[in-house]
């Protein structure tokens, strides 16, 4: 089935640990997204990526870092990992860049501790 | 910049009922407009879109939404909701420049009641 795979689904880490999350799509799509989701907050972009080599910084970035090194895997880092990290994280894509129509995959659990 | 109030964080309805989930939106330029659905532990997918032309978009399942451009609003609607509908909600607003500044709502998690 075609969509976008993310790993781990869950995970707890100690903070001052480094921690990548995984993203693969299989669509084709050029532009990808990570959020990451709060209580009472929704979604929040961290970083996106428009084309494969390219990448910007969403509304909350520090802390993270992207990578984009080909169309279909799209990995966001923890440096150093920080309790205020906690949250869940999503990957999306998106086929038609100026729309906000994107697709998500089922979203990775992170604890810091 | 873009920004998207949904004020009721839990509505509960009962099976069969008729629902309305409120979103407002605020920008200075033309928008998309978005409702995304997310069903427990898994990721959001679309439910409808306003892109341009009919004010009035309807889903699949029997959601619609109306965009009201004098009110800044795109209100999520349903005549009769099913246990399945229990899911949280999500509006969301971007401008024509690209989903990198596609802004989401706090959500509304509906809880339909047998």
């Known amino acids: 089935i075609a969509g976008i795979t993310q790993a781990p689904t869950s995970q707890i880490l100690a903070a001052g640990r480094r921690m990548t999350l995984r993203c693969t799509q299989d669509m084709r799509h050029n532009a990808m997204y990570w959020y990451r989701q709060d209580l009472g907050l929704g979604l929040r972009l961290i970083h996106y990526?428009?084309?494969?080599?390219?990448?910007g910084k969403g509304e909350v970035p520090d802390g993270y870092s992207v990578s984009r090194a080909n169309t279909d895997d799209f990995p966001l880092t923890l440096a150093s990992a920080v309790p205020s990290q906690t949250s869940v994280y999503f990957c999306a894509s998106s086929a038609r860049m100026n729309t906000g129509e994107l697709f998500f995959g089922e979203g990775s659990r992170l604890t810091v501790l | 910049a873009q920004s998207v109030t949904q004020l009721d964080s839990q509505v509960p309805v009962f099976e069969e009922a008729p629902v309305e989930l409120r979103c407002n939106y605020s920008s200075s330029v033309s928008v998309y407009l978005f409702w995304y659905v997310q069903y427990p532990n898994q990721g959001l997918q679309l439910l409808l879109k306003?892109?341009?032309?009919?004010?009035l978009v309807e889903s699949i399942n029997g959601f619609e939404a109306e965009f009201n451009k004098s009110q800044t609003s795109f209100h999520l609607r349903k005549p009769s909701v099913h246990i399945s509908d229990t899911a949280e909600y999500f509006c969301a607003v971007s401008d024509r420049s690209g989903a990198n500044n596609l802004f989401f709502g706090t959500g509304t998690r509906l809880t339909v009641i047998p």
């Open positions: 306003y892109l341009s032309g009919s004010t």
């Open positions: 990526s428009n084309t494969a080599g390219t990448t």
